[in-house]
């Protein structure tokens, strides 16, 4: 492949967009704090900010053309004008998908796309050329932006598929167009807008949508094929793989321990066993990795080649990466997993406390943050969380946010560390209680404010270094 990922006369053909064609393109950017010399700049408008305002500032960074919806003056050798600048962004990534030959891998899930793509595009890196989203680029936007990148000489893509509403799924699938998709869970997650589980379950199944004929769909054994789903899978004759714990699934978690820093793993692949490592804790991760392997499986990968490029995954930052800190001269260990939080991951997390600290020798603090997006069920559902920490191991609970108020509320009187709305005050409160060896947990949803008090703790470790 050339060097260059777009010519512009082949882009001005595929945006329909008039101005200058004689010019080339390594890159594509919507945003000029990260854009890089020869990329095309995109100059997207929201509700809090508009990238026709950066059209200088993208142009001195060495951008090679301007995608925007009004001409300039200043730089009219250098900017491409279209009706939509969305719009275009969105063919530009319709048709690099037609280009590309490799295989395209869709996932989605309530929990633990972003840990699952991260873990696949590693377990696929000795296997051929690899491209796959940034961070969390799972809306139109970002699926748009993620294909518009992908080489076209990739030999796997992957890319994460996330929602709010009902029927964003679908349309992300159908840019997509993945030969495997994979569901790796649903849970409770943005149950506010969808008001039941079914709902969720039904709007996550819409990834079949997309998926080409004669595909391959691999789902979490929980999920339930709807007859909304089946009559999909009849038109497209669809294979469907699942895995999980039970025996007849395809891919199965057989037995998970943690211990020295590693989670140990005995797992069955289409009938093989196979043992393998990871340096990510928790049975959730060990599942993540069945899921993984399984599609590996799918894309003639062998068990025995991605259990060892797997077993190289470490938890992500804000996804369960644990930190050794000392704290008012104090040593502990921080699980971060303060990217999210729904009821299910939650559940998942409390549990970890557990199964890091299988000798029953450390005291666990959990510093709990809102979990949002839940709407009428914000109440019910934390209130369910209380039931959950009150049958758990944990010691002591430290709450961030006003909808946590209720899950405070239920809390038995001997887990009750302090609750507050204000992170600056939790924070004090947090540290004088803190002693030699805890093990803290930071989890929330990532606008509850918990990240605050992650990084007031990660910024006391750092000027205690300096120091």
């Excluded at 989203?133 to 970002?142: C, D, Q, T, V």
Aim: proline share 2%.
């Amino acid at each position: 492949m050339s060097k260059f990922l777009w010519k512009g006369e082949q882009v001005i053909g595929i945006i329909n967009g008039h101005g200058p064609s004689d010019w080339s393109a390594s890159g594509v950017s919507i945003d000029t704090r990260t854009l890089k010399k020869g990329d095309i700049f995109f100059a997207l408008a929201g509700p809090n900010y508009d990238g026709h305002q950066f059209i200088s500032s993208a142009i001195k960074k060495g951008a090679s053309i301007v995608i925007s919806n009004a001409p300039s003056l200043a730089f009219k050798d250098k900017v491409i004008i279209v009706s939509d600048v969305f719009n275009a962004l969105i063919s530009l990534g319709r048709f690099s998908r037609k280009r590309n030959k490799g295989k395209i891998i869709a996932i989605t899930g309530s929990s633990g796309k972003t840990t699952v793509k991260e873990m696949l595009a590693l377990s696929l890196s000795k296997s051929g050329k690899i491209h796959y989203s940034e961070a969390s680029y799972n809306n139109k936007i970002g699926v748009s932006l993620s294909l518009s990148r992908m080489p076209i000489d990739s030999d796997f893509s992957i890319f994460e598929l996330g929602m709010n509403n009902a029927g964003e799924i679908s349309y992300l699938s159908n840019l997509v167009e993945p030969h495997i998709a994979l569901i790796n869970n649903t849970g409770n997650a943005h149950i506010g807008n969808l008001n039941s589980k079914k709902e969720i379950e039904k709007a996550k199944m819409e990834i079949v949508s997309g998926i080409t004929s004669n595909g391959k769909l691999i789902i979490n054994e929980n999920i339930s094929l709807s007859s909304y789903s089946k009559k999909l899978f009849e038109n497209k004759n669809l294979k469907i793989l699942k895995f999980g714990y039970k025996k007849n699934s395809n891919f199965i978690l057989e037995k998970y321990s943690y211990s020295s820093g590693l989670s140990l793993i005995d797992a069955t692949i289409n009938k093989a066993n196979i043992s393998y490592s990871l340096k990510a804790p928790g049975s959730h991760m060990a599942m993540n990795s069945i899921a993984v392997i399984g599609v590996c499986f799918l894309l003639g990968v062998s068990p025995d080649v991605s259990k060892q490029t797997i077993s190289n995954f470490e938890s992500m930052d804000g996804r369960g990466k644990i930190h050794d800190l000392s704290i008012i001269g104090k040593k502990i260990e921080v699980i971060d997993e303060s990217y999210n939080a729904n009821p299910e991951s939650t559940k998942s997390s409390i549990n970890l406390l557990s199964e890091i600290d299988f000798l029953k020798s450390k005291r666990k603090i959990l510093v709990f943050g809102d979990m949002l997006e839940l709407g009428n069920f914000s109440k019910e559902m934390h209130i369910e969380i209380a039931s959950f920490i009150n049958e758990s191991d944990v010691d002591l609970v430290f709450c961030i946010g006003s909808e946590i108020k209720n899950l405070w509320d239920n809390l038995i009187l001997s887990k009750r560390g302090y609750h507050s709305i204000d992170p600056e005050i939790l924070i004090s409160s947090l540290k004088n209680k803190l002693k030699e060896n805890d093990l803290v947990l930071i989890k929330g949803s990532s606008k509850s404010g918990i990240k605050i008090i992650f990084n007031a703790l990660m910024e006391e470790q750092l000027n205690r270094n300096i120091a």
